[in-house]
């Protein structure tokens, strides 16, 4: 009965319609995925303190162990991040299965405070954005292998997005750790 | 540093001067004059230096910067990706009843991915097949174009896309690199009754109805039924040259709001799968699946269920009803060490009087040597009511990139 009646008001006219619809919207096409500028990151996690921004430059250990973490090379000569006391803040980019990943960080005392997916540009995976999966961060810190004490439950069929966070998560503790070794470093 | 400076010059000319015979007031003021410009001398030496310090400091970031472009750059503006992913696989497996064993060794699928970014809100994705390694006429392999389309974002959260794409349904349909499941080979239940992989041609939307509630809708081409074919894996036209009398809609739920859950339901109605040849068969497709982790464990449940017209069984008996479920448990002992079984039932005559469902059990272990590389061994037992089952192992390797 249904099928017939499908067939009466003609399945071209539906698919037909969808794609009108589809394109007729694309003059409204918008860039996906981003959800915080990184000054409003940093400006939200200090608040109301000012932080002063700083700028840990790789040296050849920091390189090796940077890229032990991500498990590939490290580009660039340094990276810049943000401090108020013994608070950092870092936001990088990490591919998950294709696109970047835009992650913020806040490492207070060795532990990681926030992790906020700033912009994800992935066709797939785009819960990991959710707080109920970065709240999952909360709390972890750096193990002696240079892994996350806590694990991380995922998302079926995103499973490199999830690592991709992992990953940034783990570099922004031993940044931070970098950061804090420093004889300057504020505590 | 510049008043430490000033203090070390003034004290050194006092000091020389203060070594000579006591000089007249006319003298004092040469001597004060000559300092005064010996100073001003140094100032202008000073100011020169703080600015040329401040100069290499422009430059030395300028630099940095231009060499952090210059390395930064590829990634970022690459544009066109190439991924892929492939299996080998070993199979001895014994009949039941003695009539034939399979003992092969099958590369059984090669697959590239290309996929070109054109701005940041249109994309292009695709993936190309090689299936049993060897294609052409009389091999026993297939090239195949599984996907092909091009999607666009209609504002955040909500995208369409158009072309050649894979059906919103079931575990593995969208996701089946090698490892990211358990199995040397892919579960029979999504391979004989959805039928995975399963693509079609037509155009989708796809978005959020609230955090964590996503949804999928498409209007595609259908399954064809050439004479004498009831199983929807039949069925699959691939988008060659495939008629495109009678169309197909499908609709999927997801919700993913919980950490390691997801929950979904497609839904999908072929309008006549005989494509207006002969007698209409159409059908309704219902598929429901739990994917949870949670730490190191992890559950996949399944449940798939067509309903196609009367008029299939006189093409065979109990055709009308399809169905099939799977469960399968696993752990991970270590990050690179899993074990998992899993219990499955597929029918493609449910519909009928006698029992005609396949049973099958399988127990096995992944080990990833890297989280993209994975090696299998498992051990599968299939059982059905003609005793005509089979049972054996299975040995794989595989990897994503």
């Known amino acids: ?73 490290v580009l660039g000569l340094r990276v810049r991040y943000h401090q108020s006391g013994a608070k950092t803040a870092w936001i990088l980019n990490e591919i998950g299965k294709e696109m970047p990943i835009t992650i913020g960080v806040v490492v207070d005392r060795g532990k990681i405070s926030t992790v906020k997916i700033l912009a994800y540009r992935e066709s797939r995976g785009g819960e990991v954005r959710y707080p109920a999966y970065m709240a999952q961060y909360q709390g972890a810190t750096l193990t002696d292998r240079y892994k996350l004490d806590k694990s991380i439950d995922g998302i079926t069929g995103a499973t490199l997005s999830v690592w991709a966070v992992n990953k940034v998560a783990a570099l922004a503790l031993y940044y931070h750790s970098q950061v804090m070794s420093k004889p300057e470093a504020k505590e | 540093m510049k008043k430490q400076l000033l203090a070390t010059v003034i004290g050194l000319s006092f000091a020389a001067t203060t070594q000579a015979a006591t000089p007249s007031i006319e003298e004092m003021w040469e001597i004060i004059q000559k300092q005064q410009a010996e100073i001003s001398t140094l100032k202008n030496q000073l100011e020169q230096n703080d600015s040329r310090i401040t100069e290499t400091e422009i430059i030395a970031e300028a630099t940095v910067s231009a060499v952090e472009e210059i390395s930064l750059a590829p990634a970022a ?66 090239v195949e174009l599984e996907q092909a389309y091009v999607e666009w974002d209609l504002a955040n959260n909500k995208s369409a896309k158009a072309g050649l794409f894979l059906m919103p349904v079931g575990i593995l349909n969208e996701t089946h690199e090698p490892d990211t499941f358990y199995g040397t080979e892919r579960n029979a239940v999504e391979k004989n009754i959805i039928p995975a992989t399963w693509w079609e041609a037509g155009a989708a939307l796809s978005g959020e109805l609230s955090p964590g509630l996503s949804y999928d809708v498409a209007a595609h081409s259908g399954l064809f039924l050439d004479s004498g074919e009831y199983k929807p894996r039949d069925g699959r036209q691939k988008v060659g040259k495939a008629k495109a009398d009678d169309m197909a809609f499908t609709g999927r739920l997801k919700y ?37 982790q949670k730490n190191d464990f992890q559950l996949r449940a399944l449940y798939a269920a067509w309903d196609f017209d009367d008029a299939i069984n006189s093409i065979k008996a109990g055709a009308d009803k399809q169905t099939g479920f799977y469960i399968e448990p696993s752990y991970k002992i270590t990050d690179k060490f899993g074990v998992f079984a899993r219990i499955s039932e597929y029918d ?12 099958q059990y399988d127990l096995g272990v992944n080990y990833w040597l890297h989280p993209n590389v994975v090696f299998k061994i498992d051990y599968q037992n299939q059982d059905n009511s003609a005793g005509t089952g089979s049972d054996g192992i299975n040995i794989g390797v595989g990897f994503s990139y």
């Open chain 1, 1 to 73: 009965m249904f099928h017939s009646l499908l067939n009466k008001l003609s399945r071209k006219v539906i698919f037909t319609g969808l794609l009108t619809t589809t394109l007729l919207a694309s003059p409204l096409l918008i860039a996906k995925g981003v959800y915080q500028s990184g000054p409003d990151f940093v400006a939200e996690v200090f608040a109301p303190a000012q932080p002063e921004a700083g700028v840990l430059w790789f040296n050849d250990d920091i390189r090796q162990q940077a890229e032990k973490i991500l498990g590939h090379r």
């Open chain 2, 256 to 292: 993913t709001a919980i950490p390691g859950l997801e929950l979904a339901a497609s839904l999908q109605l072929q309008t006549d799968m005989r494509q207006g040849e002969g007698e209409k068969i159409g059908g309704t497709l219902f598929e429901t699946h739990l994917a949870w």
């Open chain 2, 348 to 359: 493609n005559t449910a519909g009928g009087v006698t029992d005609s469902a396949i049973e």
């Open chain 2, 77 to 142: 503006s690459n544009k066109t990706h190439i991924g892929g992913y492939g299996e080998l696989h070993y199979n001895k497996l014994e009949k039941d009843d003695g009539s034939g064993d399979k003992d092969t060794v099958d590369f059984h699928r090669f697959v590239l991915f290309t996929s070109h970014q054109f701005s940041d809100s249109i994309r292009f994705f695709s993936e190309l097949e090689v299936e049993h390694s060897i294609a052409g006429d009389g091999q026993v392999g297939e």
